[in-house]
């Protein structure tokens, strides 16, 4: 096959969640552990740091990954869902796995695909983990895709575990408490591995600390050992953020700058500094200067981009791929301290959101554009923009992601700010947010 009907393959013969829904959600970690039995148990090949959260995770990795990537270290990163390319979920040293890669693999078991017949995440992380095996890397980091315990990730031991924020998502499938949801997070918990929680969060707090006794695991509250707040006020436009950190043990403070420009960045900070403390309790040579690039410049070497992503000047354009009402919350906290004349919000979500949390957070001062992304999961823009209306936020239904932002960009004066977002697949179709990106790149 080629590289297409490769991606073909696997997009149409099999559920995937990322496009369907629930209906491409398969529990339990069987057909995962079938497949690394038959590729001769990959996942057991190679170190790892093993990444949950509801928000913060994809964040977290990137961060970890571009720290250990200064220290030198090969490091192989697993990450998703993608935003353009299939192959930016499965990443060596901040570059895309090769399609040729990819199709060979395919190619090669097929066969075992058929009678195992395994959902579109469960060959993404077999892929993945026979790369990363294959290619013999210093260490990966793996992010979960969706809740933790039987998540398809989860056959891996790692030398650490980080979990970061709990909030609501994809209650349907993880439950529709906190606690629930902390409970699935918590399955990553192995016996006797470290385990890090980013933030100490009331409700939850105590699901991992009864897990992490249950199976004997070192359990560590992130922000019980490092503090974080703004060093200096950045401009709008600024593409970095420094962070005065102090860590509590020692009273010593250090500044910081971190190349993901965002409020909740703040809570994802400790837990990469404490999953950093622990791998070099574990013998790992993790220089204060590789700490220092990896943060400053995680974009030039993994390639993140979506969060808080700034695409244009005058007017002032932003994209963020927050999804669920935490996300939403830390977004419109950040909007709000921005100077403008006028806000324009290009929207659209999935339809297995809780859609009535999201907006009710959002202004009523904005102008809408109501959009849909370009898979079977987005609520039709006309229901959204109803949904919408119904709490006072009012705009234009476009459809089209591209149309949207084209109609806001001709609405928009100089002095005025648009904002993208909603959800990922909404941001994954920001042309510009490619534009900005090869500029980047190109910048380094």
Known sequence: MTYAETLAYLYDQLPMFQRVGAA??????????????????????????????????GSSSNLLAAVLQAAGYKVGLYTSPHLREFTERIKLNGQDLDPDYLVRWVARWRPLFEQVQPSFFEMCVALAYSYFAEQQVDIAVVEVGLGGRLDSTNIIT????????????????LGDTLPLIAAEKAGIIKPGVPVVVSQTQPEVQEVF??????????????????????????????????????????????RLDVG?????????????????????????LIPEAAVREGLRDVRRLTGFRGRWTILGRQPLMICDTGHNEAGIRFITG???????????????????????????????AATYYFCQANIPRALPAEELAARAAALGLRGTVLGPVPAAVAAARAAAAPPDVIFIGGSTFVVAEIEELYLQSNQSNGSN
């Open 260 to 284: 993901l420009v965002g409020d909740y960045q703040r809570l994802n900070v400790p837990g990469v500094l404490a999953v950093l403390d622990e791998l070099r309790r574990q013998g790992w």
């Open 158 to 173: 790692p030398l650490v575990s980080l979990i970061t924020n709990i909030s609501f998502d994809h209650q349907n499938l």
């Open 24 to 57: 491409g959600f398969k529990s339990g970690l069987g057909n995962t552990l079938a497949l690394a039995e038959a590729m001769g148990h990959p996942e057991r090949q190679f170190r790892a740091v093993h990444v949950a959260g509801t928000n913060g995770k």
């Open 334 to 364: 950040q909007l709000a301290r921005l100077p403008y004349q006028r806000l324009h919000i290009v929207l659209g979500v999935v339809n297995d959101k809780d859609v009535t949390r999201m907006l009710a957070l959002l202004p009523t």
């Open 209 to 254: 600390a009864q897990k992490a006794r249950e199976v004997g695991a070192p359990l560590l509250f992130a922000d019980g050992l490092y503090q974080t707040s703004l060093a200096a006020t950045p401009a709008p436009d600024d593409e970095t953020q420094p962070l005065l950190v102090t860590h509590l043990g020692t009273g010593e403070s250090q």
